[in-house]
T-cell receptor, first 117, second 113 residues
Framework: NAGVMQNPRHLVRRRGQEARLRCSPM?????VYWYRQLPEEGLKFMVY????????ESGMPKERFSAEFPKEGPSILRIQQVVRGDSAAYFC???????????????FGPGTRLTVT | GENVEQHPSTLSVQEGDSAVIKCTYS??????FPWYKQELGKRPQLIID?????GEKKDQRIAVTLNKTAKHFSLHITETQPEDSAVYFC????????????FGSGTRLQVQP
């Protein structure tokens, strides 16, 4: 049973370029969450999505950041016109169906480490 | 919104000793409290969790306690081993609706052999 998959694992972008981070949830999971972790810090919530729906984007910066989880394919976190302050590890997590005893457990992927030069 | 505070930020123990990490939360509506272990450069791993309808949960050497009235919860690791060395994060959320995890700032645990 494959876990949460993320790619790429490492991404280097120059200032002003776009970064696209992909996340495939665990099999059977329909909820995806994105978190950002700055060096030596905890994880900060960004966005919570279900298939074709953004449920909660209260942690997303208002500009340059967007996320989607299409009917087919992985969830994508997109950062336009990256700046040095965007350098961080971006983790995706997934959880199972909407109801049930384990529906709130979130399992994390290996992360994408974004470096902006 | 929810705010989670975690103490201590670093903890060093001798192998075989116990380790305790404490967290407090601010939102009385929070009802789900997971703990994650993160080794350097790796993903956070869910190690134990507790819901607000129970006061204590144990899994082998790891236990979590919850005091809803005081809004704090703790992780207890007994008989620590060098492989327990990692950063531990507590978190709080609702189990329905808005499910975003609010994390504490982490505790770096070092188990000295």
């Amino acid at each position: 049973n494959a876990g949460v998959m993320q790619n790429p694992r490492h991404l280097v972008r120059r200032r002003g370029q776009e970064a696209r981070l992909r996340c495939s949830p665990m099999k059977g999971h329909s909820h995806v969450y994105w978190y950002r972790q700055l060096p030596e810090e905890g994880l900060k919530f960004m966005v919570y999505l279900q298939k074709e729906n953004i449920i909660d984007e209260s942690g997303m910066p208002k500009e340059r950041f967007s996320a989607e989880f299409p009917k087919e394919g992985p969830s994508i976190l997109r950062i336009q016109q990256v700046v040095r302050g965007d350098s961080a590890a971006y983790f995706c997590a997934s959880s199972p169906r909407s109801s049930g005893i384990s529906s709130y457990e979130q399992y994390f992927g290996p992360g994408t480490r974004l470096t902006v030069t | 919104g929810e705010n989670v505070e975690q103490h201590p930020s670093t903890l060093s123990v001798q192998e075989g000793d116990s380790a305790v990490i404490k967290c407090t939360y601010s939102d009385s509506a929070s009802n789900y409290f997971p703990w994650y272990k993160q080794e350097l450069g790796k993903r956070p791993q869910l190690i134990i969790d507790i819901r607000s309808n129970v006061g204590e949960k144990k899994d082998q050497r790891i236990a979590v306690t919850l005091n809803k009235t005081a809004k704090h919860f703790s992780l207890h690791i007994t008989e620590t081993q060098p492989e327990d060395s990692a950063v531990y994060f507590c978190a709080a959320s609702l189990d329905t609706g808005r499910r975003a995890l609010t994390f504490g700032s982490g505790t770096r645990l070092q188990v000295q052999p």
